[in-house]
T-cell receptor
Framework: DAGITQSPRHKVTETGTPVTLRCHQT?????MYWYRQDPGHGLRLIHY???????DKGEVSDGYSVSRSKTEDFLLTLESATSSQTSVYFC???????????????FGPGTRLTVL | AQKVTQAQTEISVVEKEDVTLDCVYE???????LFWYKQPPSGELVFLIR??????QNEISGRYSWNFQKSTSSFNFTITASQVVDSAVYFC??????????FGTGTSLTVIP
């Protein structure tokens, strides 16, 4: 199994509070991703990173920001949480990517976030 | 644009029956990759298989088999002699160069003992 951990695993917070989720990997993979999973939507990409300090937006990035100061850590921040951000958040990692190559993504265990 | 469709939202089968999960994809890229992931009730996402667009050979792994047909843009997954432990949500995904993944909405499989 890929070495990916997420913290916290569960969190309940109130509307308007800031929340930071952490993804930590021990695989030294270049790419890291944040997804959210909601019923009827599958997994949707929030943000991803293709290297230290290199990030880009995904399909559902509004209301979220990310940072990657080290290869092993990728942080997802909800600046002011809303009830619509109640979801299960998954981090993923992959290694090779390029013009003609796409690598498997391996997922962390997930974080269940509830915004009241 | 890329898209993955899993038309079967929920499937129930009796143990030992065979079941096929459908996946239809759309892409204009000639190089792409297709994946299946399993999400058991415990919630983690488990990688099952990866195929690239140049390899249309079907694959078998134990009770699992995958049928890739470019002519119909399908990558279907069959479980033979299903077991209760196969109960899970299964996701099909498409990736194009650059590592952008596109997931289907998942098929929830329940195997009844």
């Amino acid at each position: 199994d890929a070495g990916i951990t997420q913290s916290p695993r569960h969190k309940v917070t109130e509307t308007g509070t800031p929340v930071t989720l952490r993804c930590h990997q021990t695989e030294n993979h270049r790419y890291m991703y944040w997804y959210r999973q909601d019923p009827g939507h599958g997994l949707r990409l929030i943000h991803y990173s293709y290297g230290v300090k290199d990030t880009d937006k995904g399909e559902v990035s509004d209301g979220y920001s990310v940072s990657r100061s080290k290869t092993e850590d990728f942080l997802l921040t909800l600046e002011s949480a809303t009830s619509s951000q109640t979801s299960v958040y998954f981090c993923a990692i992959s290694d090779i990517a390029g013009v003609r190559v796409s690598d498997t993504q391996y997922f962390g265990p997930g974080t269940r976030l509830t915004v009241l | 644009a890329q898209k993955v469709t899993q038309a079967q939202t929920e499937i129930s089968v009796v143990e030992k029956e065979d079941v096929t999960l459908d996946c239809v994809y759309e892409t204009r890229d000639t190089t792409y990759y297709l994946f299946w992931y399993k999400q058991p009730p415990s919630g983690e996402l488990v990688f099952l298989i990866r195929r690239n667009s140049f390899d249309e050979q079907n694959e078998i792994s134990g009770r699992y088999s995958w049928n890739f047909q470019k002519s119909t843009s399908s990558f279907n997954f069959t479980i033979t002699a299903s077991q209760v432990v196969d109960s899970a949500v299964y996701f099909c995904a498409l990736s194009v160069p650059g590592n952008q993944f596109y997931f289907g909405t998942g098929t929830s499989l329940t195997v009844i003992p």
